[in-house]
């Protein structure tokens, strides 16, 4: 028997061909595989968008801020509970939905942007993001901004995006002329800039509405799926924020209002569905859907408590928002898919890192929140 022989787990009678034939074989298939990791990591096509290429580009933009998400860096742990009042029941089979049904809630508000000691503002997107824990270990995920609209229809414009309103160190501000051509070649982000700067900056957390953006499928216990949008509308009503509060220089102004309302008692938002008619957008979270679709109210998300990031609390969920019970499943926006990959490695690389406690913590330590 030859070393080829022992090597490949040939026969010791097989012929010399057909033991080159079987060398062949597995050459193939090793390559094949090798292959098909490269096409993965995106080597073989050095100009694919790849999630490592994204999160590299937050990287380039932000700085290096080990341990950190690297978007929505700056946040707060929440918590609370979600009630369902069953008017979701026909639209969805997930038992969420079911009248009275409460479902524990933990959550994060956070400000979006890749930079954890960024002084609060009120322009700053804010976000919350909920991991609702469903019987026999389901779970339901979902990541919401206050905002009408998302800027960028996919993912490769999103990747554009982050370079073109890259602040100039000179200003502080974006350079002009970059978002100008960034706008010329997709008008569909310069309609969606104008909804969002259109829209009405609220006090803070309590009273912000905050949307899925992206379209979902609410599926029915017959089968049926409906195109869906969700947002939670706070029962607090909605202030606009006065100009002396846009003036407020402590840093975490907006968090510390809402570590000081949570003491006070928990805060409520509507989980409020709107339901999305034949030819309305699902792929294309810059549209919005017109006003007049019909919504449903199927729920209430209570918050109670506030707890500063830490091992093992928000800081280490991923908050992907294909994460489905069954009865939600996910749209054809190609932003879901690119999400999802982007926020695993983020999530891969912040777990491997030292990192520094959070600015929101920092405020804790100091005796005068939480
Ligand atoms: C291609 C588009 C997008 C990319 C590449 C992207 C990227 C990211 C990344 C890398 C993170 C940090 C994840 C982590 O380390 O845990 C993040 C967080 C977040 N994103 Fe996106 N995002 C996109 C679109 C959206 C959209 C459409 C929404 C809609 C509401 C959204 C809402 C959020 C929220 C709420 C968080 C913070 C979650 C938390 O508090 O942990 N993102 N995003």
Redesign the pocket.
């Known amino acids: 028997m030859t070393l080829l022989h022992r090597l490949t787990g040939a026969p010791p009678g097989m012929s010399p061909r057909a033991l080159m034939l079987r060398v062949s074989a597995i050459g193939a298939l090793l390559a094949g595989t090798a292959g098909a990791f490269a096409a993965a990591g995106g080597w073989l096509s050095p100009g694919a968008l790849t999630p490592a290429r ?2 590299d580009r ?1 990287e380039q933009v932000n700085g290096p801020h080990p341990g950190f ?4 860096a700056k ?1 707060l742990c929440v918590a609370g509970a979600f009630a369902g009042n069953g008017a979701g029941v026909a639209l969805s089979k997930s038992g969420v939905f079911a009248a009275g049904r409460v479902t524990p809630v933990e959550g ?1 508000v ?1 400000l979006a942007g890749g930079q954890p000691y960024a002084a609060d503002a009120g322009t700053t997107v804010r ?1 919350l ?1 909920l991991r609702f824990r469903l019987p026999d270990r389901e779970e339901w995920r979902t ?3 206050a905002l009408p609209v ?1 800027p960028v229809r996919t ?1 490769e414009a ?1 990747y554009e995006q982050l370079l073109a309103a890259k602040p100039d160190p000179a200003t502080g501000r974006p350079d002009p002329e970059r978002m100008k051509a960034f706008f010329a070649a997709h008008p569909e982000s310069a309609k969606a800039a104008s909804l969002i700067k259109a829209r009405t900056i609220t006090a803070g957390f309590a009273d912000s509405t905050f949307r ?3 379209a979902f499928r609410f599926v029915a216990a017959d089968g049926r799926a409906t195109p869906v949008r969700w947002a939670f509308v706070p029962e607090r009503p909605a202030v606009q924020e006065a100009a002396a509060q846009a003036a407020r220089k402590d840093k975490n102004n907006l968090f510390d209002d809402l570590i000081a309302q949570l003491r006070q008692g928990p805060l409520r938002w509507h989980l409020v569905v709107m339901i999305g008619r034949a030819g309305d957008a699902t792929a294309d ?1 810059t549209l919005p859907w017109p006003s007049d679709r019909e919504s449903v109210d199927v729920g209430t998300l209570t918050l109670s408590d506030a707890t500063p990031e830490e091992a093992g609390n928000c800081r280490d969920v ?2 992907d928002p294909l994460v489905l019970p069954d009865g939600i499943a996910p749209s054809d926006d190609p ?1 879901l898919s ?2 999802s990959a ?2 695993a490695r ?2 891969t690389r ?1 777990a491997g890192e030292e990192t520094s406690p959070s600015a929101v913590a920092a405020t804790a330590d100091r005796g005068d929140a939480l």
Not at 69 to 72: F, G, Q, S
């Open positions: 994204i999160v937050f998400r690297r978007n929505h946040g994060r956070a976000s993001a990541g919401l901004n998302f993912p999103f899925s953006l992206n979270a991923n908050f932003l690119a999400r982007a926020y983020s999530f912040r």
